[in-house]
T-cell receptor
Framework: DVKVTQSSRYLVKRTGEKVFLECVQDMDHENMFWYRQDPGLGLRLIYFSYDVKMKEKGDIPEGYSVSREKKERFSLILESASTNQTSMYLC?????????????FGNGTRLTVT | EDQVTQSPEALRLQEGESSSLNCSYTVSGLRGLFWYRQDPGKGPEFLFTLYSAGEEKEKERLKATLTKKESFLHITAPKPEDSATYLCAVQARGNTPLVFGKGTRLSVIA
């Protein structure tokens, strides 16, 4: 079974702090994704990566950056946290082969910025 | 632009009352349609992939079907433990990210 592990289930940070959300997958997947999920807005794609050292902007990249130094790890960085970044953050991965494989999600990080 | 619309937004059923959830899509070159289940406070859990019109997949009380414009998730004789949000997503041509619908929140009352 694919396992996608997000380092924290709950985080509380202050406005202006730099925040790191970590995600690790154990299935040698090429593709990794970061989403945020808010009531009424559904899943929104922040950034994704098709391979090590690669990154692509999603639909809402403003205020975020990412790092992928190793294939299994994909980090989301909030450069200066703001209250409107309070959300559930979900990491996902999939194999790059065939371009139609399902995403496998972690259990999410509930971030509160005060 | 690729789009996915799920209906209804919320559905309340009595235990044993069968029903269907709808996922309508417009996409350039469908490569796959995915159904997920999401419990409160957790990440989405993969259920099914459908690749072509006419295809069907089943798992316990759930059956997913696909046409050229929509997919249905049929729930037969649901139980309270089937209560969750069900998400639909499509994969368009090429290695592009999935496009998700906003989900249907299902409540099954004993």
């Amino acid at each position: 079974d694919v396992k996608v592990t997000q380092s924290s289930r709950y985080l509380v940070k202050r406005t202006g702090e730099k925040v790191f959300l970590e995600c690790v997958q154990d299935m040698d997947h090429e593709n990794m994704f970061w989403y945020r999920q808010d009531p009424g807005l559904g899943l929104r794609l922040i950034y994704f990566s098709y391979d090590v050292k690669m990154k692509e902007k999603g639909d809402i990249p403003e205020g975020y950056s990412v790092s992928r130094e190793k294939k299994e790890r994909f980090s989301l960085i909030l450069e200066s946290a703001s209250t409107n970044q309070t959300s559930m953050y979900l990491c996902a991965s999939r194999t790059g082969a065939g371009y139609n494989s399902p995403l496998h999600f972690g259990n999410g990080t509930r971030l509160t910025v005060t | 632009e690729d789009q996915v619309t799920q209906s209804p937004e919320a559905l309340r059923l009595q235990e044993g009352e069968s029903s269907s959830l709808n996922c309508s899509y417009t996409v350039s070159g469908l490569r796959g349609l995915f159904w997920y289940r999401q419990d409160p406070g957790k990440g989405p859990e993969f259920l099914f992939t459908l690749y072509s019109a006419g295809e069907e997949k089943e798992k316990e009380r759930l059956k997913a079907t696909l046409t050229k414009k929509e997919s249905f998730l049929h729930i037969t004789a649901p139980k309270p433990e089937d209560s969750a949000t069900y998400l639909c997503a499509v994969q368009a041509r090429g290695n592009t990210p999935l496009v998700f619908g906003k989900g249907t929140r299902l409540s099954v009352i004993a």
